[in-house]
């Protein structure tokens, strides 16, 4: 069984857009926090993006701030993560998590995942 599945990962050149989809399966009901991650070889696994679907708050790590945007279709159980100018810095293998939760004033980008998808690879060259 299929906990969360990634797609529309790919090679972009610098300046370039993406948009990741993130689709999750109908056994994950209800509210929850949705988060994208990401790790470069060598470094640790960071949190970037995510949004409670309670509410649509929504939290970015610094670093992405004001080139990616998330969102979610609670219609189609899918989250979509737009990247815009993409950098070479932002190559990495994206990984999308939901948790089931109720309302909280912890960040989405802290949550305990449970449930995370297999992958996408973005890769931007310079």
């Known amino acids: 069984q299929v906990e969360v599945e990634e797609s529309g990962g790919g090679a972009v050149q610098a300046g370039g857009s993406l948009r990741l989809s993130c689709v999750t399966p109908?056994?994950?009901?209800?509210?929850?926090?949705m988060g994208w991650f990401r790790q470069a070889p060598g470094k640790e696994r960071e949190g970037i993006a995510a949004?409670?679907?309670?509410?649509?708050?929504?939290w970015y790590v610094d670093s992405v701030k004001g080139r990616f945007a998330i969102s979610q279709d609670n219609a189609k159980n899918t989250n979509y993560l737009q990247m815009n100018s993409l950098k070479p810095e932002d190559t990495a293998m994206y990984y999308c998590?939901?948790?089931?939760?109720?309302?909280?004033?912890?960040?989405?980008?802290?949550?305990?995942?449970?449930?995370w998808g297999q992958g996408t690879q973005v890769t931007v060259s310079s």
């Open positions: 109908a056994y994950i009901d209800g509210r929850k926090c």
């Open positions: 998590a939901a948790e089931p939760r109720g309302p909280s004033t912890s960040s989405c980008l802290d949550e305990e995942y449970n449930y």
């Open positions: 949004i409670y679907t309670g509410d649509g708050v929504t």
